[in-house]
Structures are given as structure tokens and as C-alpha cells.
């Protein structure tokens, strides 16, 4: 319903953006086409490009570092072949924070949390640039480790995806590949301690051994988070893990994640911005591949640096 | 007339009838406020003015063609003398072959060419009369037909729909031949399979561990005593079949997981389209190979180890067939490994798995049934196939589990059964009979087995 809303506003506002600025951003439009992805400058969207022009003009507003950062980005740059999909992004993100990253589809936000454990490096066309530093060791270095890596900074996606084992076996699965566990006794505890934390326990306790597709999509989320979080990472990134839920399981993996940022920092991709005001402390506007505003999520929600910023929490676009 | 004329005339009959019903569609359409008036766009009605012309006419025709020889027959039979009429019901068909021959003019016993003479004139002017009443018949149904269309030709027929009827029944006949003629195979495979079992037990046949299967003609003739225990032949596929897959299921499954997770996408552009050659190259070109390469390397090779390879090897059989099978399994595993989402392996991917991790501890066992319903149904192919076999495996009815030695198969076994002079009655040629619906049941049981197996893998994602 709110999103129907939304996207209902949004278009009124498009049409009048489209009535205001006319024929300048026609002209514009053209001077910027070279650099600008072709597939984008071809839509007839004027109330958009012109946007886009406006946050490329635009610096980050607010403070794009923390106090106590585990992971550094400076100038992050991503390709997928011939699309500039995001530009010289700089964030921080800090120990036992919630980081919730928001903005407009395709503006960028799962290519950026993608970076932090080299989930792009899956797909043949992407090229990546700029400096990642994990407490000051370079991600990108030729010497890391990328399994190690991905073993510190998990990740949970936007669709339930448990594998098709038992559930003991799904959460067992990135102890038994790390080695973590010494004898079954200990794995036991692991596995049991990890479903206890993503809060599953009393739901699952008596039938470990069914497979964990049988569980119903909170449920399989929730296990995927335990999977997670069973390999000890530091980092946890959620790339919209409960658009895909109703809204009595995204309650609890929110909940789950209010307690998760006591030991993890956690960077939560959504497009629910009621979601992003609830679980996180900071949050990043993405737009067209930049990073217009970073703030304290009451900053950002209440009192945004940015037009953009305004105008999308607002709901006039989005 | 003749029947192409026949054919002829009622394809023109069709062709005007379609023309002229269109033709009256928009006609009547002008009358009453142009084409939009219709119920159906004006070719409809033409296809309609067709189908009545043509389908009664053609109906009649195949009924014609199942029943006219029978009544003329008949009619034939009766004008004989009653010392004719009264003979044995073989004896008769026999005399009715006579008639027939003498009516075509072929070479028939002088002596019997005069005694049934006027029989055979008599067949003759039936059959032309036959012919040329079903001619008019046919020719009366066409205009009957668009006659009738042609008056019930208004503006609310729905001759769209009419059109969609038929040529949905078209379909449904269509469809269903293929099963009737299987059902058609399988019948006449068991009936003689069953007369094979009259002579023979079944125990004898399926239990019995000798197979020699050259009766005597004469009572004094020896070493043709006849024996049906087909437990070597058997075997002998069962052997042929192991070395195939124990061949085709690794490299198979390997190609498959090379090409699914680790090809750039040159290099499957160029290997999937060479892969799909190898399925196309016909089993005749294996079988030389096998016969003419595979099997004096293999003869070579073993003679330098000291070991005595048979000139005619089910090992140098099982290896071709087991090549000729890789692209059908390689492609089968490339499907159902493609199937197994993304979200699967990225999972992996992210908790910190290698991509060969991921590929044995995820995406295969997910891919599993698929792939054992794959490899059934390539071991119903290395059962069935026959070419191989034929030329690389040799004759002699072996029950052993040697590799190196010659065995023979039960698809070799019905081709020798079967080539040359035959008497259609000896157990030796009904035995090729019985082996067939063997072989039938089995492939029919694995493949039932695979798509089960198949079908229950793809629900699990979908």
C-alpha cells in the first residue's frame, strides 16, 4: 500500500519537475551524454537526468566516517562492462553499528555492500576500483584471502536462500568448510548457540534434521542469518532481507538485528525507509550511483542536508 | 477412375469450395453493412465451405478402403462352386490369393488358372464397379456438403469457432497415431513373444544360463540342439552397459560442470555446439571406430601387459558406446546444473565457501536427482543401442564378467535372430521376439523411473 503510494506521488512529482524544467535540461542532457550511461541519457525521463546532473554536481553532505571504523572505502568506483554503477563513494563503517543504506532502485546500494566481501567478483563484467581497507588491511590486496574475507563479513540476501539440506546441516555448513569445530560436540554448540542467537531455537529445536527449505520465509531468513552468523564474521551485510517477508516476520528480524548490533556492525541495504528509521543509527542516501547524504538516521529523516535527500524520505520520488 | 484423379478432383472440389464460400462471406456481408457484420472474418467461412466439401468425402474414403476389399471378397467367394466354397478356412484364403494373382495378371498354376477363370473376372468387374461407386459417392459428398454450407452461410455463423473444432480434432488424431502405433508395436512384439513362450518356459528363457539358439531343421542334423537361457546375453549388455556408463558419467558430469560453472562464455559457444556433433555422428561411424581403432589398440595394448584381449572386446565396445553417450549425459547435467539458483551459490559464496566448495557441497547435491534421472535415461539408451554392439562386440554368447573377452547383447542377438532366410515359426526367429519385449520392459521401466525422478527434482524450485 505505502509503496503504491509512493510511486503514485512520485509521478505527479516527475510531471511537474518535467513541466518545470523544460528545454534546458534537454540541452544538458545532450553535454552530458558522453559520460553518462547511454541506456539512461536515452530515456525520455527529463525530470530524472536532471536530477542526476544535480547529484553530480553534488559532494556528500554529512560525515561519511565513524569513530571506530572497522571497514574504510575512499573513491570506490564500480563498472559493470560499459555502466559506471557507482562514483567515488566514501563511508565508513563503524564497530557495533547499524549502517542502513537507502535510496532509489538501482542507485547503487547492493553494488556498494557487494564490494565489502568481493561478491562482485562473481560477475565477469564487473571492475572495481578504489581503496577498501578492513582495519586497515587492504580487501582488494592481491595477497588477501577472498574466503577468509567472506568468512569476516557475511552476508544475507534479499531472498531466503537456506540450501536444500536439513537445517542442522545448513547451519553447520560454514563451521564444518572454516574448520571451526573440533568434534561434533563442539559444532553441536555452535549450531545451537547460532540458532539460538538469530532466534530460531524454539522453533527448530525438535526437528534439526528436516531440511530447511521447509520453513516458512521468516523462519528460512532467520536460518540464513544463523548460517551467518555461525562463521563468527565481524561484519554483517543485508542486502533488503525483508522485502521479500511479511510484515510479522520483518518485525522480528528487526528485532534480531537491534540485538545483532550489540556484537556485529551491521550494513542493512533496504528500500523501506519506516525500516531504516527503526534499526539503524546511521544512514546513506545513494543516488545514480552517488553517495548524496550520510547522517545519523534522526538527521537524515528529519532534517536531510539535501534536496535529493529531502525529496526521496519525503516520499516525492523514490 | 483412377484413385490420383479421385484425389485430384476432390483437392479442386476443396480448393472451390473454400474460394466460393469466402466469395458468398463477403457478399452476404455487403448485403447486411459490410465485413464487420460478420461473425467471422470472411476466410473462416471459406475454410468452413472446405471442411464440409472435403471431410465426408474423405471419411468415406477410408471407410471404403477398410471395408470394400472384404465385401467384394465375399461376393466372390459365394460365385464359386460348392466343392470350393466348402474347403478349410486356409485353403480358402489361399484359393482368394489365386483369384487376386490371376486378376493382376502375375503367375499362377495353369492347371488352377482355368478353374477359377471366371472368379476372377467376376473379382475384376467388382472391383471396377466398387471404384467407381465410391468415385461418384465421393464427388455427391463434396457438392451435398457445400451445398449445405452454402445455405447455412449467414452473417452469425460462427464459423470461426466451427474451424477451431475441427482443426482441434485434426490435432487430437494427430497426436494420438503416434501412441496407437506404439501400442501397435508392443502388441504384435508380445503376441509373438508369447508364442515363443509356448515352445520355451519363461523360467527356461529368463533363468537358463546357456544360449544357443540354432534349432535342427532335420532330426539328424547335430549341435543345433537349441538352447534359450538368455541370462548371458543378459549379462553381456548388463557388462556392456557398466563400461559405457563407467565412461560416459564422470566425463559427462564433468564436461556438464566445466562448461555450467567454469567456461567463459567463448569457450562454451564453441564446445556445447562441437558436443552436440558428437550426439549427431551416426552409431554406424562409432561402430567402425570401435571395430577398427578402439578395439586393436585395446588388442595392442594388452598384449604388451601380457594379457589376452578378445579381437572383438566388451571393453572396446563399452568404451565408443560409453563416448557416444557423454554428450547425452553432459547435456542432460548442463540443464539441471543450470537450474539450481544463483541465491544457492552466492549463499555458499558468502560464507566464505571456494567455488569448488560450493560446486560439491551445493550445486551438485542439489542438482542430484536431476543428474541420476539424466544418467537412467542414458542407460536405457546404452541398453537399446544396437550398432555398437553389432560390429565391436562379437558374437559368442560368454557368461562372464571379463571385460577383455567377447560378449554378446541382447540387441545383437536379435539382429543376428532376425537377418537372413527365416521360418517364422521356429523358435529360434520368435526368440528374437521375446528378447525384444524384454528389452522393452527394461527401457520402459528406467525411463518411467528418470522422469519421475526428474519431475520430482524440478518441483523442488519451482
Not at chain 2, 472391383?127 to 457438392?143: A, C, E, H, Y
Request: with cysteine; net charge neutral; aromatic share 6%.
Amino acid at each position: 500500500m505505502a509503496k503504491a503510494a509512493i510511486m503514485a506521488r512520485s509521478a505527479t512529482a516527475g510531471d511537474g519537475a518535467l513541466a518545470d524544467a523544460g528545454g534546458p535540461a534537454l540541452r544538458d542532457d545532450k553535454d552530458n551524454s558522453s559520460n553518462m550511461n547511454r541506456r539512461e541519457a536515452r530515456q525520455p525521463r527529463i525530470a530524472i537526468a536532471d536530477l542526476a546532473r544535480e547529484a553530480e554536481a553534488a559532494q556528500t553532505v554529512g560525515d561519511f566516517t565513524a569513530t571506530d571504523p572497522v571497514i574504510t572505502v575512499r573513491g570506490c568506483n564500480v563498472w559493470y562492462g560499459e555502466t559506471h554503477a557507482l562514483r567515488d563513494i566514501n563511508l565508513d563503517i563503524g564497530r557495533n553499528e547499524v549502517i542502513a543504506l537507502i535510496g532509489p532502485s538501482g542507485c547503487g546500494k547492493s553494488t556498494f555492500i557487494r564490494c565489502l566481501n568481493r561478491m562482485n567478483d562473481t560477475i565477469e563484467t564487473a571492475r572495481v576500483s578504489g581503496e577498501f581497507r578492513m582495519h586497515g588491511e587492504d580487501i582488494y590486496d592481491r595477497k588477501t584471502d577472498v574466503v577468509l574475507l567472506r568468512a569476516r563479513v557475511g552476508m544475507v540476501f534479499q531472498k531466503p536462500n537456506p540450501f536444500p539440506k536439513s537445517i542442522y546441516e545448513n547451519v553447520a555448513y560454514g563451521p564444518r568448510l572454516h574448520g571451526l569445530a573440533a568434534n561434533r560436540a563442539e559444532l553441536d554448540e555452535i549450531v545451537h548457540s547460532s540458532l539460538r542467537r538469530a532466534g530460531l531455537w524454539d522453533e527448530v529445536k525438535d526437528r534439526l534434521e528436516e531440511p530447511g527449505t521447509g520453513l516458512s520465509g521468516g523462519q528460512q531468513q532467520r536460518l540464513c542469518i544463523a548460517r551467518t552468523i555461525a562463521v563468527s564474521p565481524e561484519v554483517i551485510l543485508m542486502d533488503e532481507p525483508c522485502s521479500a517477508l511479511d510484515p510479522i516476520a520483518t518485525a522480528r528480524i528487526e528485532d534480531l538485528i537491534d540485538e545483532l548490533s550489540q556484537n556485529y556492525a551491521i550494513a542493512i541495504v533496504t528500500h523501506s525507509m519506516q525500516q531504516a528509521a527503526r534499526v539503524s543509527r546511521r544512514t546513506a542516501y545513494f543516488h545514480l550511483g552517488r553517495l548524496v547524504e550520510v547522517d545519523a538516521t534522526d538527521k537524515v529523516f528529519t532534517n536531510p542536508g539535501h534536496k535529493l535527500t529531502e525529496d526521496y524520505v519525503t516520499g516525492r520520488f523514490g | 477412375m483412377q484413385f490420383e484423379t479421385l484425389l485430384l478432383i476432390l483437392v479442386a472440389m476443396t480448393v472451390a469450395s473454400f474460394v466460393l464460400g469466402r466469395q458468398r462471406a463477403v457478399a452476404v456481408a455487403g448485403r447486411c453493412g459490410g465485413i464487420r457484420a460478420l461473425h467471422s472474418l470472411p476466410k473462416y467461412y471459406g475454410y468452413y465451405a472446405a471442411i464440409c466439401c472435403a471431410l465426408p468425402g474423405l471419411a468415406l474414403l477410408l471407410l471404403w478402403l477398410g471395408l470394400a476389399d472384404r465385401v467384394v471378397v465375399e461376393r466372390v467367394v459365394d460365385s464359386l462352386p460348392a466343392e470350393l466354397r466348402e474347403l478349410p478356412e486356409a485353403q480358402r484364403s489361399l484359393l482368394v490369393n489365386d483369384i487376386k494373382n490371376i486378376a493382376a495378371g502375375q503367375f499362377v498354376d495353369p492347371g488352377k488358372r482355368e478353374e477359377l477363370a471366371v472368379a476372377a473376372e467376376l473379382y475384376l468387374s467388382l472391383k471396377d464397379s466398387s471404384r467407381r461407386i465410391l468415385s461418384g459417392l465421393i464427388v455427391l459428398l463434396g457438392f451435398v456438403g457445400f451445398g449445405w454450407s452454402w445455405l447455412r452461410l449467414r452473417p452469425e455463423l460462427r464459423a470461426r469457432n466451427r474451424v477451431e473444432s475441427v482443426a482441434r480434432i485434426g490435432l487430437a488424431l494427430a497426436s494420438t497415431l503416434a501412441i496407437f502405433t506404439t501400442i501397435g508395436i508392443v502388441a504384435s512384439v508380445l503376441f509373438e513373444a508369447l508364442r515363443f513362450f509356448d515352445r520355451i518356459p519363461v523360467s527356461e528363457f529368463l533363468f537358463g544360463l546357456t544360449w544357443s539358439p540354432q534349432t535342427a531343421l532335420r532330426a539328424d542334423q547335430v549341435g543345433s540342439s537349441g538352447a534359450f537361457g538368455a541370462v548371458p546375453l543378459f549379462a553381456g549388455t548388463a557388462l556392456i552397459s557398466l563400461i559405457a556408463m563407467t565412461v560416459a558419467l564422470p566425463i559427462g558430469l564433468m564436461t556438464a560442470i566445466y562448461l555450467s560453472e567454469y567456461a567463459s562464455r567463448r569457450v562454451r559457444a564453441w564446445v556445447k555446439p562441437a558436443l552436440e556433433v558428437l550426439a549427431g555422428v551416426p552409431t554406424v561411424v562409432y561402430g567402425y571406430f570401435a571395430a577398427l581403432t578402439v578395439a586393436p589398440l585395446l588388442r595392442g595394448f594388452g598384449q604388451s601387459l601380457g594379457l589376452d584381449v578378445a579381437s572383438e572386446s566388451a571393453l572396446g565396445a563399452g568404451l565408443v558406446m560409453g563416448i557416444m553417450i557423454i554428450p547425452f549425459v553432459s547435456s542432460l547435467s548442463d540443464d539441471v546444473i543450470n537450474a539450481v539458483p544463483q541465491a544457492m551459490r552466492d549463499g555458499s559464496l558468502g560464507l566464505g565457501a571456494t567455488h569448488s566448495e560450493t560446486i560439491k557441497r551445493v550445486v551438485i547435491p542439489a542438482a542430484l536427482p536431476g543428474i541420476v534421472g539424466g544418467a537412467l535415461l542414458a542407460v536405457s539408451r546404452a541398453i537399446g543401442e544396437t550398432m555398437i554392439v553389432v560390429m565391436a562386440a562379437g558374437l559368442a554368447a560368454n557368461l562372464t564378467v571379463n571385460p577383455l573377452e567377447a560378449v554378446t547383447t541382447v540387441t545383437v542377438q536379435i539382429v543376428t535372430l532376425l537377418v537372413g532366410d527365416q521360418e517364422f515359426d521356429s523358435a529360434k526367429t520368435l526368440a528374437a521376439f521375446a528378447l525384444g519385449l524384454v528389452l522393452f520392459v527394461v527401457t520402459l521401466l528406467l525411463n518411467i523411473i528418470a522422469l519421475q525422478v526428474v519431475r520430482r527434482y524440478r518441483e523442488q524450485y519451482e
